[in-house]
T-cell receptor, first 114, second 113 residues
Framework: EAGVAQSPRYKIIEKRQSVAFWCNPI?????LYWYQQILGQGPKLLIQ????????DSQLPKDRFSAERLKGVDSTLKIQPAKLEDSAVYLC????????????FGQGTRLTVV | GESVGLHLPTLSVQEGDNSIINCAYSNSASDYFIWYKQESGKGPQFIID?????DKRQGQRVTVLLNKTVKHLSLQIAATQPGDSAVYFCAENSGGGADGLTFGKGTHLIIQP
């Protein structure tokens, strides 16, 4: 079974530029998550989708971050404009459904804002 | 602040010894806990989980213990191997409609030959 796919693996941008990350979850997984992992810390949930609807975006900085999952499969996370403190690894994860179940993570996209 | 955290940032053990990684959580409503392993440059990898109606669960070479009285979780790794070197995170889910996990900061497990 293929895992969660993310691209790009690495991205370097200047502050105030925009950037987008892409995630393809495990086939058939209804729930998709985006996490932000700053160096030396644990992942922090940004947004959770159930199919194409948002379940939780309470920790998403909505003034600059946006995410969508239009057809309930792939998802994109966008940052516009980026700040230095957005430098982190952005992890996508998916799980079969809602409730207490294991989430499967992709390798992440390492973003460096200079 | 963090609702889930780990006591030690780094744990160094001899190869072949048993490792114990601890975690404290503060949300008494948490009903599901997971231990993840994260190697450098990779995403977190599931190790073992436990629900709040249990106090112990065993997997292959790993055991998770849950003490709800003191809100403490531990991961025991038997006969530690070089491949166990990684950062270990505990994560909790307080249930409800949204089930995103809350992670602690992690413990870096170092295996000495």
């Amino acid at each position: 079974e293929a895992g969660v796919a993310q691209s790009p693996r690495y991205k370097i941008i200047e502050k105030r530029q925009s950037v987008a990350f892409w995630c393809n979850p495990i086939s058939g997984h209804a729930t998709l998550y985006w996490y932000q992992q700053i160096l030396g810390q644990g992942p922090k949930l940004l947004i959770q989708f159930q199919n194409n609807g948002v379940v939780d975006d309470s920790q998403l900085p909505k003034d600059r971050f946006s995410a969508e999952r239009l057809k309930g499969v792939d998802s994109t996370l966008k940052i516009q404009p980026a700040k230095l403190e957005d430098s982190a690894v952005y992890l996508c994860a998916s799980s079969p459904g809602s409730g207490n179940t294991e989430a499967f993570f992709g390798q992440g996209t390492r973003l460096t804002v200079v | 602040g963090e609702s889930v955290g780990l006591h030690l940032p780094t744990l160094s053990v001899q190869e072949g010894d048993n490792s114990i990684i601890n975690c404290a959580y503060s949300n008494s409503a948490s009903d599901y806990f997971i231990w993840y392993k994260q190697e450098s440059g990779k995403g977190p990898q599931f190790i073992i989980d436990i629900r709040s109606n249990m106090d112990k669960r065993q997997g292959q070479r790993v055991t998770v213990l849950l003490n709800k009285t003191v809100k403490h979780l531990s991961l025991q790794i038997a006969a530690t191997q070089p491949g166990d070197s990684a950062v270990y995170f505990c994560a909790e889910n307080s249930g409800g409609g949204a089930d995103g996990l809350t992670f602690g900061k992690g413990t870096h497990l170092i295996i000495q030959p």
